[in-house]
């Protein structure tokens, strides 16, 4: 049975900061894996997919990374911003879709 | 305007009532999907269906229903036998192949009085 895990599940940090988000996953055999970001009381915006094929995607200022064998993913956030303030959320497909808990992001003035 | 509507977004009900939260496409998705997310928790699915006149079970469908009588819509009853309604709802849907984006609407809250 797939189980994604997200670590941290929360994480605060002062503005301009570079940081990094974990996801990590227990079967290797996905199709893709998605980053989404959800604002409170909100529903998800797709971030970033990335195929099984696929190493990594970029979009501005994110940088997604896959590594299937390990079962890790990576997302990269350059240079935050109070906008980039909500959770986040990676989300693995096989069959389904499969969620993590997310991580929920603070960026401080 | 090509999207995803929920209606309401907030939904009080009182016990022993059946409700039933609506979700409509226009993107000519074939598949479309619930998700129930309750506080500080990833997604869970509900139900899904993939084609019209169609739908499976998820991982928590007891107490829930659906109909997919017509492609753009695809609404979820939330019947009396669900014991834990409360929570926040999400419609999803995607093109029709694996490797697609699953887009996701703006969500009811459902909160039982």
């Known amino acids: 049975k797939q189980e994604v895990t997200q670590i941290p599940a929360a994480l605060s940090v002062p503005e301009g900061e570079n940081l990094v988000l974990n996801c990590s996953f227990t079967?290797?055999?996905?199709?893709?894996l998605q980053w989404f970001r959800q604002d409170p009381g909100k529903g998800l915006t797709s971030l970033l997919l990335?195929?099984?094929?696929?190493r990594e995607q970029t979009s501005g200022r994110l940088n997604a990374s896959l590594d299937k064998s390990s079962g890790r993913s990576t997302l990269y956030i350059a240079a935050s911003q109070p906008g980039d303030s909500a959770t986040y959320l990676c989300a693995v497909r096989g069959g389904k879709l499969i969620f993590g808990q997310g991580t929920e992001l603070s960026v401080k003035p | 305007d090509g999207g995803i509507t929920q209606s309401p977004k907030y939904l009080f009900r009182k016990e022993g009532q059946n409700v039933t939260l609506s979700c409509e496409q226009n993107l000519n998705h074939d598949a479309m999907y619930w998700y129930r997310q309750d506080p500080g928790q990833g997604l869970r699915l509900i139900y899904y269906?993939?084609?019209?006149?169609?739908?499976q079970k998820g991982d928590i469908a007891e107490g829930y229903s659906v109909s997919r009588e017509k492609k753009e819509s695809f609404p979820l009853t939330v019947t009396s036998a669900q014991k834990n309604p409360t929570a926040f709802y999400l419609c999803?849907?995607?093109?029709?192949?694996?490797?697609?984006?699953?887009?996701f609407g703006p969500g009811t809250r459902l909160t039982v009085l």
């Open positions: 999803a849907s995607r093109p029709g192949l694996a490797t697609d984006t699953q887009y």
């Open positions: 269906s993939q084609i019209v006149n169609d739908f």
């Open positions: 079967d290797s055999a996905i199709y893709n």
């Open positions: 990335i195929q099984s094929s696929q």
